[in-house]
């Protein structure tokens, strides 16, 4: 069956087509192509690392470069319960998401929340604002890291 292209799909299926692209970026650790899924003005981030905030694409380029660095080998991303809710020129996409791999030497397989919010520029969906976290235990002030999502294996 030839390809759909992205006139033909829904706004909805092409910000899931563009996040499972991205998800592909992401593993590659190649920080050019998952650079290429974000827009290059106005882009925000709130992520698991600090600063509280990044904002702009050189911030967040460096940020990127520091976590793969921080990987033996590449990481592992799998992806659950992905919605995607476009409309118009803006959409939302919210997920689970499992990193896997060696980082900073020892093993890493944590579930993540993320939610990614796109802009469609000049025909194509960019990402202009990206949250991950994890929930936090008020008690002691830690990452519950080793949560999983329901439905999901851990």
């Not at 998800?23 to 899924?37: E, L, N, P, Q, T």
């Not at 592992?76 to 409309?87: F, K, N, P, S, T």
């Not at 900073?104 to 397989?109: Q, S």
């Not at 579930?111 to 991950?132: P, S, Y």
């Amino acid at each position: 069956m030839p390809e759909m292209t992205m006139a033909a799909q829904s706004p909805d299926e092409q910000v899931r087509a563009r996040f499972l692209a991205w998800r592909d970026a992401f593993v590659s650790k190649d920080v050019d192509a998952i650079m290429s899924f974000y827009a290059p003005e106005g882009f925000t981030a709130f992520d698991l690392m600090p600063p509280f905030e990044f904002s702009g694409g050189e911030m967040w380029r460096r940020n990127w470069e520091t976590f793969y660095a921080a990987f033996d080998g590449p990481p592992g991303l799998e992806i659950a319960d992905l919605l995607v809710y476009a409309h118009g020129e803006l959409a939302v996409a919210r997920c689970a998401a499992r990193l896997t791999g060696t980082m900073y030497g020892r093993p890493m397989d944590s579930w993540v929340r993320t939610t990614n919010c796109f802009r469609l520029v000049d025909g194509e969906w960019l990402m202009i604002h990206d949250h991950v976290s994890w929930p936090v235990d008020f008690a002691t002030g830690k990452a519950l890291t080793d949560l999983t999502p329901t439905g999901a294996q851990g």
